[in-house]
């Protein structure tokens, strides 16, 4: 019976949100395309205004990440999912149609608070369908939205601002989260329990299953207690430092890749799509690895540590070796997307249902002021140096110390009371 049950959420809802996450990640990694394209010339956007608006995004992402996820807990996921899938397109396809910066600054900002909720629902959502031993895998197939959008959108983006220019661009990309609000609605419910094509023997016995989880983690009684937290505070912190160098990379890869000789902006569509190949790839097998040894830290901060070696390689290779240290951007890129799966298993894994998604939004907030600062601290280092080594040490430098968190993080005695020791630390 269970393998049925597995069978049926697998094909049913991880599809589903996959799409809506790729189609949220399509509408804020674009404005890196949009940026090395010809936007700034157009609308008079200098260097420094040009980073800003680039991490401006991140900063409403921070404000009402903690109140969705609480709508999303104890609401609906999907109602407010799909009213984001509306404004957020609604506000990309607008991108496209700006005529002055202050238009735009307003549009991003706005943006980021539109998408705010989809990461924390998405996984609270989630974690009411899927188990301890299958949430790694779960959990990466909606984060692989990420790097799989930037391959495919790194090529289309290429092409469309090629033919059409950068505003056409903005709208043909804006637009299918509008259609797939539809889509969404009609396709996803909030728990087994409210889901029409399971039977009634198949929504007790997920439900048991876990239920019987929750059993195991001790009590949290509400959002103050958790966040004070040992682990979700040092995941904060780790989290922000990641998502320095994650962010820094995806909004400025177009920028770097175009600044050698003799590329056009096809070209930097093809190469800045590399990365994120290998990244499908390493997300794949890591979240594979870490349910089936029920080991969440040891797949994490390896792969930050080889994210910080590359970077660090990249600033040695320098600009003369432009193939050298494209290829160690290829492999810090991998790295960084490689342990999102494992990373996110570990909150509902030591914390109870009523505090989890909180902690999750907190941790995912936190997360989106390192994705700010990457974004626009990057942008700033590349201006002020004309180059981009300062930008991959900082990187580096902001990776290493994230893996170093990670080691920190959770211990075994932050696992449930009476709980087997499973391999997390």
């Not at 994120?276 to 040891?298: C, E, H, P």
């Not at 996110?344 to 989890?356: D, G, K």
């Amino acid at each position: 019976m269970e393998n049925t049950v597995a069978r049926s959420r697998w094909y049913r809802l991880l599809p589903v949100a996959f799409i809506t996450y790729s189609l949220a990640y399509l509408d804020r990694a674009n404005f890196g395309f949009g940026a090395a394209s010809g936007m700034a010339e157009d609308l008079h956007i200098t260097p420094a205004m040009s980073s800003l608006l680039g991490a401006l995004f991140f900063l409403g992402y921070f404000f009402f990440q903690v109140p969705g996820a609480h709508y999303a807990s104890h609401n609906s996921a999907r109602r407010l999912i799909f009213w984001s899938l509306i404004l957020w397109g609604g506000l990309a396809t607008a991108t496209g149609l700006v005529s002055n910066v202050t238009l735009l600054i307003v549009i991003r900002f706005m943006l980021g608070v539109v998408e705010s909720a989809v990461m924390p629902s998405m996984l609270i959502l989630l974690s009411n369908w899927f188990t301890r031993a299958e949430r790694s895998r779960a959990n990466t197939i909606l984060i692989l939205g990420n790097p799989a959008t930037v391959l495919w959108m790194s090529v289309l983006s290429g092409y469309l601002i090629s033919a059409l220019g950068w505003r056409w661009m903005f709208v043909l990309e804006g637009l299918p989260a509008v259609l797939w609000a539809f889509c969404w609605w009609r396709l996803v419910a909030d728990k087994p329990a409210e889901a029409d094509w399971l039977t009634r023997e198949e929504k007790t016995a997920l439900a048991d299953k876990l239920l019987a989880e929750q059993q195991g983690i001790r009590p949290v009684k509400n959002y103050a207690q958790a966040f004070r937290s040992r682990s979700v505070i040092l995941l904060s912190l780790q989290y922000a430092l990641w998502s320095i160098g994650v962010y820094g990379f995806v909004m400025w890869l177009p920028s770097i890749i175009r600044s050698a000789p003799n590329m056009d902006i096809v070209k930097t569509g093809w190469l800045s799509a590399v990365p994120y190949l290998l990244a499908i790839i390493a997300m794949l097998a890591v979240s594979f690895f870490s349910d089936k040894t029920q080991n969440r830290k040891g797949f994490v901060w390896p792969f930050l540590l080889l994210a910080s070696i590359a970077f660090y390689g990249s600033y040695l290779a320098g600009p003369d070796r432009f193939w050298l240290s494209l290829g160690l951007l290829v492999v810090a890129g991998g790295a960084m997307y490689a342990p999102y799966g494992p990373f996110f298993a570990i909150i509902p894994e030591i914390l109870p249902r009523n505090v989890a998604g909180g902690a999750m939004a907190l941790i995912n907030s936190m997360g989106a002021l390192g994705s700010f600062a990457g974004a626009y601290l990057v942008g700033y280092l590349n201006d002020y140096t004309g180059g981009f080594g300062a930008s991959y040490l900082f990187m580096a430098v902001s990776l290493l110390l994230s893996a170093i968190l990670t080691l920190f993080a959770v211990r075994p005695a932050l696992l449930p009371e009476g709980e087997p020791a499973r391999r997390m630390a």
